[in-house]
């Protein structure tokens, strides 16, 4: 799934849409990906960011864009799975024109 939430969306309201598509999954052995623009950044330590992080960890899904450079400042960009971090590969391309990169993620499945 792509979301995009604006700076100051409310958590529940970003939690509840992951909460009810993951539900929705008929699938028990599928590969989950939520990825976009969620305008937290979760190298800050918010109440915001926290809350979102623990969340994310308890639907088991695993954060891996934040992994790429530790030298950004913010990461709003992100890619979650519920792949663990060794089956994935990924990658960015500096966009120029935007504040934002663009990822993309191989997975080993």
Same mark, same amino acid.
């Given at each position: 799934?792509?979301?995009?939430?604006? *700076?100051? /969306?409310?958590?529940?309201?970003?939690?509840?849409? #992951?909460? /009810?598509?993951?539900?929705?999954?008929?699938?028990?052995?599928?590969?989950?990906?939520?990825?976009?623009?969620?305008?937290? $950044?979760?190298?800050?330590?918010? !109440? @915001?960011?926290?809350?979102?992080?623990?969340?994310? /960890?308890? /639907?088991?899904?695993?954060?891996?864009?934040?992994?790429?450079? *530790?030298? @950004?400042? #913010?990461?709003?960009?992100?890619?979650?799975?519920?792949? *663990?971090?060794?089956?994935?590969?990924?990658?960015?391309?500096? !966009?120029?024109?935007? $504040?934002?990169?663009?990822?993309?993620?191989?997975?080993?499945?």
């Amino acid at each position: 799934m792509n979301i995009y939430a604006a *700076p100051f /969306e409310r958590v529940f309201t970003i939690m509840q849409i #992951i909460k /009810e598509e993951k539900s929705q999954t008929t699938y028990t052995d599928c590969v989950f990906l939520v990825v976009g623009d969620f305008n937290i $950044d979760i190298q800050q330590e918010t !109440a @915001r960011s926290k809350l979102f992080v623990q969340f994310m /960890e308890m /639907e088991n899904l695993h954060e891996i864009t934040s992994k790429l450079s *530790p030298q @950004r400042k #913010i990461v709003i960009d992100h890619i979650w799975t519920t792949l *663990p971090m060794k089956q994935c590969e990924i990658n960015v391309t500096w !966009a120029y024109w935007s $504040d934002h990169s663009i990822f993309y993620t191989l997975l080993q499945l």
